[in-house]
């Protein structure tokens, strides 16, 4: 397993077509699925066997910092990639300074994420069709 850390500005083309094959086309988001944060988002891919298998980004807001578009392709699911990919992505937000996390999770993803150390906020929102909470995790200083 190869885990590869994209900075803002970089090449987004491998996560553009997971989250697309994820997103748009397994779950029906609309098309395309990018927004205005990408450019400026630190992006993660994780690869098996050279194979692009999981991806994921946060951006900064301050010293909060929000994961998000984590998307696993499906050959891959049930291997704990979505795991590794939350793990790079809040190793890298600690490195960039980060000390509160806070996502926008799709309801049936929220055990996930409660596995992974956040919890949820109460507040919801939809997302086109799709309800979702937002969830929140502290980052102990020292870590």
């Known amino acids: 397993m190869d885990i590869k850390i994209i900075p803002p500005g970089g090449d987004l083309a491998e996560p553009m077509r997971i989250r697309e094959e994820v997103f748009t086309i397994e779950q029906g988001f609309a098309a395309p699925d990018s927004d205005s944060y990408d ?3 630190t992006h993660v891919m994780v690869y098996l066997d050279s194979v692009p298998a999981a991806t994921g980004r946060f951006y900064a807001d301050g010293d909060t910092f929000h994961p998000g578009r984590v998307a696993v392709r499906k050959a891959f ?5 979505g795991r590794v990919v939350m793990e790079a992505l809040e190793q890298e937000a ?25 919890h949820a906020t109460g507040e919801r929102y939809m997302d086109e069709f799709c309800e979702h909470e937002y969830m929140e995790k502290e980052l102990p200083a020292g870590e």
Not at 77 to 81: A, D, E
Not at 94 to 118: I, M, N, T, V
Request: glycine content about 16%; some cysteine.
């Open 39 to 41: 450019p400026t988002a």
């Open 77 to 81: 699911r049930g291997t704990g990639l």
């Open 94 to 118: 600690r490195r960039q300074g980060a000390k509160k996390l806070r996502l926008g999770a799709q309801l049936y993803a929220r055990p996930f994420y409660e596995r992974c150390g956040y």
